[in-house]
């Protein structure tokens, strides 16, 4: 066997070698030489891969698939801020910059031909659903290079102009020639901000507009109207031409509302200011622009019928402490038939108070019939009011009873003389639907004869006129109906007369015997003829003398006609009122006055005038008491002082008297 060959520790070690003798002999050398050579082999792979990317990079080169120098930058995407603006009220255009809303836009562009595009959209809205145009102009930059506005067509900037610090980019503003960043349909303005194409290097763009509301729509001397107004801008950006990014802003412009402003639309009712009328038709309702009605409320009376024809209409206004219109909503109840706007209908609906009734300034209701009969209660309310209630009348189509009362106790050629009332089976009267007619019991006293008679809203009767033909009494009773033949109710009869007499003298009387101080009085004057028979109503000229009656105390007049007047005017009276207090069938004429506030006798004197005969021309006198209580118990409390003053004058005399006798008696 061949003798095993001696080979070098350090051959073994390089070679990879591990036995047990190699590492007991050169462990030492091993553990100083480890770490050298670890690094050395770490070296060895860095420059090996170095080698092949530079390999890879000389064969992409020479196989001309890549270029050597960098690659494209593109235009960043644009960083937008926005800032509301507060517009005030100001007409002027761009008034106040302090304002404004703020749009500032920032972006880096690097190549000629980068660029931002900034356009307005014209569609803009205010909250309360009208437009107005805004105009934005430039007031800041910070930018390598220049900025660069263009135009639309119309423009008086051409598109190389130079756009500089705070140049507002609208000419002509007054002139509107110039439509440029205003905001009117089409013709929207559209701005490029651009590099400069003489300068090449790269750096950030900013620009900042602002916007402020184009007063152009505006009256002069009138304000914006008060809300916000939202605008959207559209940003674009541009890689060398390219389009690269778009962005849409929103900026608003918020007008604030001045305090006598912002109480002009309060929405709570003042009961004071607003108003309810009620109409037989819409033109009876009154001025819409008015607080209240320009005419009285309508008497409706209708046929209970269902039906969807309008027979009644409600206007209602609400208004608030400052005569603004209020905007609450609106409650109507109705105890009979149906009430609403026409869409909704019912016994109690609600109904908002919308925007175009706060333009119209009221909201129009309107009445059916349902079928229900009576005199239906109509109630109004918002949240905060509740206004009077209106009444409408349904009746029965069926008549069931016809009433008939005096009127004028005496007629002359023509008067009225009596007046009606029609009701249904419930009682309820046709009210403004009543249609009856008068017949005379004897046609040579009083001819009438199947003649209609008239509804008086005021009185809610039927007053009948009726022509006299010689004197005598005549009884008059009511039908439904023009003919006998056609009715089927008659009224109850009343008794007539007709006096075709002259006048010959006049009556005085107060209506009371006594008064106390102050107290209201009415003097009663009746015409007779010369049997002394109560004359009809007329009109009297010169009933008095010149100067009229004369009162021996002073008076003061509660009415219309005075004490000194000359013409009186008789008439008989259904209803009181201030001016005639006194209900009465006879014609008389009324004059009230209050009595004076001593107590005594009050007298007036006078004398009939030319509207009698001379037989009646004679002196007139009344006179009534004034009892002054007060007076006469100050009289009695003074006469009561005098008595007691002279009693005790008596006891101190019978005093002394007897202190006398007793010093005589003890002398």
Same mark, same amino acid.
């Given at each position: 066997?061949?003798?095993?060959?001696?080979?070098?520790?350090?051959?073994?070690?390089?070679?990879?070698?591990?036995?047990?003798?190699?590492?007991?002999?050169?462990?030492?050398?091993?553990?100083?030489?480890?770490?050298?050579?670890?690094?050395?082999?770490?070296?060895?792979?860095?420059?090996?891969?170095?080698?092949?990317?530079?390999?890879?990079?000389?064969?992409?080169?020479?196989?001309?698939?890549?270029?050597?120098?960098?690659?494209?930058?593109?235009?960043?995407?644009?960083?937008?801020?926005?800032?509301?603006?507060?517009?005030?009220?100001?007409?002027?255009?761009?008034?106040?910059?302090?304002?404004?809303?703020?749009?500032?836009?920032?972006?880096?562009?690097?190549?000629?031909?980068?660029?931002?595009?900034?356009?307005?959209?014209?569609?803009?809205?205010?909250?309360?659903?009208?437009?107005?145009?805004?105009?934005?102009?430039?007031?800041?930059?910070?930018?390598?290079?220049?900025?660069?506005?263009?135009?639309?067509?119309?423009?008086?900037?051409?598109?190389?102009?130079?756009?500089?610090?705070?140049?507002?980019?609208?000419?002509?503003?007054?002139?509107?020639?110039?439509?440029?960043?205003?905001?009117?349909?089409?013709?929207?303005?559209?701005?490029?901000?651009?590099?400069?194409?003489?300068?090449?290097?790269?750096?950030?763009?900013?620009?900042?507009?602002?916007?402020?509301?184009?007063?152009?729509?505006?009256?002069?001397?009138?304000?914006?109207?008060?809300?916000?107004?939202?605008?959207?801008?559209?940003?674009?950006?541009?890689?060398?031409?390219?389009?690269?990014?778009?962005?849409?802003?929103?900026?608003?412009?918020?007008?604030?509302?001045?305090?006598?402003?912002?109480?002009?639309?309060?929405?709570?009712?003042?009961?004071?200011?607003?108003?309810?009328?009620?109409?037989?038709?819409?033109?009876?309702?009154?001025?819409?622009?008015?607080?209240?009605?320009?005419?009285?409320?309508?008497?409706?009376?209708?046929?209970?019928?269902?039906?969807?024809?309008?027979?009644?209409?409600?206007?209602?206004?609400?208004?608030?402490?400052?005569?603004?219109?209020?905007?609450?909503?609106?409650?109507?109840?109705?105890?009979?038939?149906?009430?609403?706007?026409?869409?909704?209908?019912?016994?109690?609906?609600?109904?908002?108070?919308?925007?175009?009734?706060?333009?119209?300034?009221?909201?129009?209701?309107?009445?059916?019939?349902?079928?229900?009969?009576?005199?239906?209660?109509?109630?109004?309310?918002?949240?905060?009011?509740?206004?009077?209630?209106?009444?409408?009348?349904?009746?029965?189509?069926?008549?069931?009873?016809?009433?008939?009362?005096?009127?004028?106790?005496?007629?002359?050629?023509?008067?009225?003389?009596?007046?009606?009332?029609?009701?249904?089976?419930?009682?309820?009267?046709?009210?403004?639907?009543?249609?009856?007619?008068?017949?005379?019991?004897?046609?040579?006293?009083?001819?009438?004869?199947?003649?209609?008679?008239?509804?008086?809203?005021?009185?809610?009767?039927?007053?009948?006129?009726?022509?006299?033909?010689?004197?005598?009494?005549?009884?008059?009773?009511?039908?439904?109906? =023009?003919?006998? *033949?056609? &009715?089927?109710? @008659?009224?109850?009869? !009343?008794? +007539?007369?007709?006096?075709? /007499?002259? #006048? $010959? %003298?006049?009556?005085?009387?107060?209506?009371?015997?006594?008064?106390?101080?102050?107290?209201?009085?009415?003097?009663?004057?009746?015409?007779?003829?010369?049997?002394?028979?109560?004359?009809?109503?007329?009109?009297?000229?010169?009933?008095?003398?010149?100067?009229?009656?004369?009162?021996?105390? =002073?008076?003061? *007049?509660? &009415?219309?006609? @005075?004490?000194?007047? !000359?013409? +009186?005017?008789?008439?008989? /009276?259904? #209803? $009181? %009122?201030?001016?005639?207090?006194?209900?009465?069938?006879?014609?008389?004429?009324?004059?009230?006055?209050?009595?004076?506030?001593?107590?005594?006798?009050?007298?007036?004197?006078?004398?009939?005038?030319?509207?009698?005969?001379?037989?009646?021309?004679?002196?007139?006198?009344?006179?009534?008491?004034?009892?002054?209580?007060?007076?006469?118990?100050?009289?009695?409390?003074?006469?009561?002082?005098?008595?007691?003053?002279?009693?005790?004058?008596?006891?101190?005399?019978?005093?002394?008297?007897?202190?006398?006798?007793?010093?005589?008696?003890?002398?």
């Amino acid at each position: 066997m061949t003798p095993e060959k001696q080979v070098s520790p350090v051959i073994r070690i390089s070679q990879g070698e591990r036995d047990a003798s190699a590492r007991a002999t050169h462990l030492e050398a091993a553990t100083r030489k480890f770490l050298v050579t670890t690094n050395e082999r770490k070296q060895m792979s860095t420059k090996t891969n170095f080698k092949r990317i530079a390999l890879v990079a000389v064969a992409s080169l020479g196989l001309g698939l890549l270029s050597s120098a960098p690659s494209q930058a593109t235009t960043a995407a644009p960083t937008i801020t926005s800032v509301n603006g507060t517009g005030g009220v100001s007409t002027k255009v761009m008034a106040d910059s302090l304002t404004a809303a703020t749009l500032t836009i920032s972006t880096f562009m690097d190549t000629s031909g980068d660029s931002l595009t900034v356009q307005v959209l014209p569609a803009n809205t205010l909250a309360e659903g009208t437009t107005t145009d805004a105009l934005m102009h430039l007031t800041d930059t910070g930018f390598v290079g220049t900025v660069v506005g263009t135009a639309p067509v119309g423009s008086s900037h051409t598109t190389a102009s130079a756009i500089t610090r705070n140049q507002t980019l609208v000419s002509a503003i007054s002139a509107r020639s110039d439509t440029v960043g205003v905001v009117d349909g089409a013709s929207s303005g559209i701005y490029v901000i651009s590099r400069d194409t003489l300068i090449a290097a790269a750096g950030n763009v900013k620009a900042t507009f602002k916007f402020q509301l184009d007063s152009f729509y505006v009256s002069t001397g009138g304000d914006f109207t008060p809300g916000t107004y939202t605008y959207t801008v559209n940003v674009r950006s541009y890689n060398a031409g390219i389009a690269s990014t778009a962005i849409q802003q929103t900026v608003s412009i918020v007008v604030a509302r001045t305090t006598a402003a912002a109480a002009l639309i309060a929405t709570a009712v003042n009961g004071g200011l607003s108003s309810v009328s009620l109409g037989d038709t819409q033109a009876n309702l009154g001025d819409a622009t008015d607080t209240g009605p320009t005419t009285t409320d309508s008497s409706i009376a209708v046929a209970s019928t269902a039906s969807t024809t309008d027979v009644g209409f409600v206007r209602v206004r609400l208004r608030n402490t400052a005569g603004g219109n209020a905007q609450e909503s609106v409650t109507a109840t109705i105890s009979a038939g149906r009430i609403g706007d026409g869409t909704t209908m019912g016994r109690s609906i609600v109904l908002a108070y919308t925007n175009a009734d706060v333009t119209a300034t009221y909201k129009d209701l309107t009445v059916e019939a349902d079928g229900a009969s009576g005199v239906a209660s109509i109630v109004i309310s918002t949240p905060s009011y509740t206004f009077p209630a209106k009444t409408v009348t349904f009746y029965a189509d069926t008549t069931d009873k016809i009433t008939a009362a005096t009127y004028a106790s005496v007629i002359g050629a023509s008067g009225i003389g009596v007046h009606g009332s029609q009701f249904d089976a419930a009682g309820v009267s046709w009210g403004a639907g009543t249609a009856v007619y008068a017949y005379s019991s004897d046609t040579t006293i009083i001819s009438t004869y199947g003649t209609a008679c008239t509804y008086n809203p005021t009185l809610k009767v039927a007053l009948c006129t009726l022509a006299g033909v010689k004197n005598g009494t005549a009884n008059i009773t009511l039908r439904d109906a =023009s003919t006998v *033949a056609l &009715s089927t109710k @008659v009224s109850n009869a !009343v008794a +007539v007369k007709v006096n075709l /007499n002259q #006048a $010959a %003298s006049v009556a005085l009387a107060f209506n009371k015997a006594t008064y106390v101080p102050g107290e209201k009085a009415t003097l009663q004057i009746t015409v007779k003829d010369a049997a002394g028979a109560t004359l009809p109503a007329a009109t009297y000229t010169n009933l008095f003398a010149t100067g009229g009656l004369v009162s021996s105390s =002073s008076l003061t *007049a509660v &009415s219309s006609t @005075v004490i000194g007047s !000359v013409s +009186v005017v008789t008439s008989s /009276n259904v #209803a $009181a %009122s201030t001016d005639t207090p006194i209900v009465t069938a006879d014609p008389i004429g009324q004059i009230t006055v209050f009595m004076p506030m001593a107590g005594g006798t009050v007298t007036l004197t006078g004398k009939g005038g030319t509207s009698l005969p001379t037989s009646g021309q004679v002196a007139l006198t009344v006179s009534a008491t004034v009892n002054d209580n007060a007076a006469a118990a100050l009289a009695a409390v003074t006469a009561l002082a005098t008595t007691v003053a002279s009693l005790k004058t008596l006891i101190t005399t019978l005093t002394n008297l007897v202190l006398k006798i007793q010093k005589k008696v003890k002398a």
